[in-house]
C-alpha cells in the first residue's frame, strides 16, 4: 500500500463465540473515539452470516443493525470495514459462489459500508479437483478473491480499503517457515499491493511481536503487514481473561505497519484497559511504557466499579483484580507476589511461615471481598462480565485459607488434605478436568500420561 495512506488503529470483533451486541459495541465506539483510535472490524465467527452460511443476505432486521452500526462509525470518525469469512466451503471455479460473495458485499455496501475484509483463516485448504486445476495451490486462488473484492471495492467506492486475512496468518502457520513458505510467497507475489495482509505475529496468540520478525515477512509478502492482534483474545480458553495492558510491541513496530486491529476479550465489558492502552501506544510510541499505561487506565476504570451495596471497589483491588487477570503468559505484580508466598507456605514447615503467612491471608480475604463486590456493582453488564472468573477465583482462595488454616493446626501431619466443602468430582470435577488429570502438562510444556 501507499506509505502515505493512512493506519488502520482499533478493534476486530473476531472471536469465537457470541457476538457483541449493540449497546456493546456503541460503547465500543465511545472508547475508540476517546483514545483516537479509528477503525472497527465486523467479523464475529459466530455470526452464522459472517462465517458458517457466509452466502445468506442479511434480513432486514439484520441490515438495520449493521446500517446503524455504520452510522455510529461515520458520525465518529471510525472507519467500519465488513469482514467475510467464505473459505470453509467456497468453490473458487463455481461462478454461483462468486455471485454469492459479491452479491453480499454489495449488500453492505447498501448499508454504507466502504471498507472490506476477506478471512481465510482456521481453515482446511485443500482445493477441489476443479479449483486445482484452474489455480493450482490454495495461495493462488485465494489471491483471487482478494483481487476481485478489490475490484468490486474500486466499482463501488474510490477510498475503501480491502483487508486480506491469510490461511497461513502466524509465523508457526508457515511452512516450513515464513521466509520459505510458497503460500505466503504466491501472495507477495499474487494479490494486489493495495490489499493488507493480516497477521497475528510469530504465533496465534504471540506475547512478544519482534520488529525483525515483521521485515521478515515484508519481504516475503511484498508489503507492511496490519496487525490482527490476539493477546487479549481468551475464546481459547473461556477460563481465562485479560485485564493487563498492551505490551510486548516495541514501539518502532509502527512504522513497519498499516495498522493494528485488536481481537480482546469475548466479555466486552472486561476490555477497558485493553483498549485503552491500545491507544495508548499507538499515540505514544517509542516513549510506550505497559506499566504507565495500565496503571493511568486503572485509575480511569475505577469510577465504573461503583457499589449497589455497602461497598465500592478500591483502586487496590481494582489493581489485585486485574494483576490476576492480566496477560496469557504474565501475572501482575500483586498475583505474583501473592504466589511467591504461597509456595513457601505450600512447601514449608508452619513454623517457618512468619509473616508469609498474614500476608496470605490478607490477600485471600481481599480475593474473597473482590468477588462480593462484583455481585453487587451497579453496572451488571460489567458484573456479568467477571462474575465467573472471580467466583472460580474466590473459590480457589478459599480452599488456601482451609488448607493453611489445617497446617497450621496440624503442622506434623503427613496424611493428604480433605475437606467436605471440596468434594471430589464436584470441586474440580467434570469431564475436561479428568481428561486434563489423565494427560497434565508441566510448566515446560511437555505432556505426560497420568500415573
Not at 520478525?213 to 485479560?242: C, F, G, T
Not at 505497519?257 to 483498549?275: D, K, M, R, S, Y
Not at 496477560?327 to 513457601?344: I, K, N, Q, S
Request: some cysteine; hydrophobic content about 40%.
Amino acid at each position: 500500500m501507499n506509505p502515505t495512506t493512512p493506519g488502520l488503529f482499533g478493534v476486530v470483533e473476531g472471536f469465537y463465540g457470541r457476538p457483541w451486541n449493540p449497546t456493546q459495541r456503541r460503547t465500543l465506539l465511545g472508547w475508540l473515539t476517546t483514545g483516537g483510535l479509528n477503525a472497527y472490524m465486523y467479523a464475529p465467527k459466530d455470526d452464522a452470516k459472517h462465517r458458517a452460511v457466509w452466502r445468506e443476505r442479511y434480513d432486514r432486521a439484520e441490515a438495520a443493525h449493521l446500517a446503524a452500526l455504520v452510522r455510529e462509525c461515520r458520525q465518529q470518525g471510525i472507519r467500519f470495514i465488513y469482514a467475510l469469512s467464505p473459505g470453509l466451503d467456497i468453490r473458487f471455479t463455481d461462478a454461483a459462489d462468486l455471485a454469492a460473495l459479491k452479491a453480499k458485499l454489495k449488500q453492505v455496501h447498501g448499508l454504507g459500508v466502504r471498507d472490506f475484509a476477506v478471512l481465510f483463516d482456521d481453515i482446511n485448504p485443500d482445493l477441489s479437483p476443479a479449483d486445482k486445476t484452474r489455480f493450482g495451490t490454495p495461495a493462488a486462488a485465494q489471491a483471487y478473491i482478494g483481487n476481485e473484492v478489490l475490484r468490486w471495492a474500486r466499482d463501488w467506492t474510490r477510498d475503501g480499503r480491502v483487508l486480506f486475512c491469510p490461511t497461513e496468518y502466524c509465523g508457526r502457520f508457515a511452512e516450513p517457515n515464513v521466509a520459505g513458505s510458497p503460500y505466503l510467497r504466491t501472495l507477495g507475489e499474487q494479490l494486489a499491493p493495495e490489499v493488507d495482509v493480516l497477521w497475528t505475529g510469530p504465533e496465534i496468540i504471540s506475547e512478544v511481536i519482534p520488529v525483525d520478525s515483521i521485515r521478515e515477512l515484508q519481504r516475503v509478502i511484498r508489503r507492511r503487514p496490519m496487525l490482527w492482534d490476539n493477546l487479549h483474545a481468551n475464546d481459547y480458553d473461556m477460563r481465562r481473561l485479560y485485564l493487563g495492558p498492551y505490551a510486548g510491541r516495541p514501539g518502532e513496530l509502527l512504522r513497519e505497519i498499516t495498522g493494528i486491529l485488536q481481537n480482546p476479550n469475548c466479555q466486552f465489558e472486561a476490555n477497558f484497559i485493553p483498549v485503552r492502552t491500545l491507544a495508548a501506544y499507538v499515540r505514544e510510541g517509542a516513549n510506550y511504557s505497559p506499566l504507565r499505561a495500565y496503571e493511568e487506565a486503572l485509575q480511569a476504570w475505577l469510577p465504573h466499579f461503583k457499589s449497589r451495596g455497602k461497598r465500592d471497589f478500591t483502586a487496590a483491588d481494582l489493581r489485585l483484580a486485574a494483576d490476576i487477570f492480566h496477560l496469557p503468559t504474565e501475572h501482575g505484580e500483586t498475583a505474583r507476589r501473592y504466589l511467591a508466598d504461597l509456595r513457601v507456605i505450600l512447601r514449608s514447615p508452619p513454623n517457618s511461615w512468619g509473616e508469609v503467612a498474614a500476608r496470605v491471608e490478607q490477600t485471600t480475604r481481599q480475593i474473597v471481598a473482590i468477588y462480593e463486590k462484583v455481585t453487587e456493582l451497579a453496572d451488571r453488564p460489567l458484573a456479568y462480565a467477571l462474575y465467573n472468573h472471580f467466583w472460580e477465583i474466590k473459590e480457589n482462595a478459599g480452599l488456601v485459607a482451609e488448607w493453611t488454616r489445617w497446617r497450621q493446626a496440624h503442622p506434623e501431619a503427613h496424611e493428604p488434605f480433605s475437606s467436605p466443602g471440596f468434594r471430589p468430582r464436584i470441586y474440580r470435577g467434570g469431564f475436561t478436568a479428568e481428561l486434563e488429570r489423565l494427560l497434565p502438562m508441566d510448566e515446560q510444556g511437555n505432556f505426560q500420561p497420568a500415573s
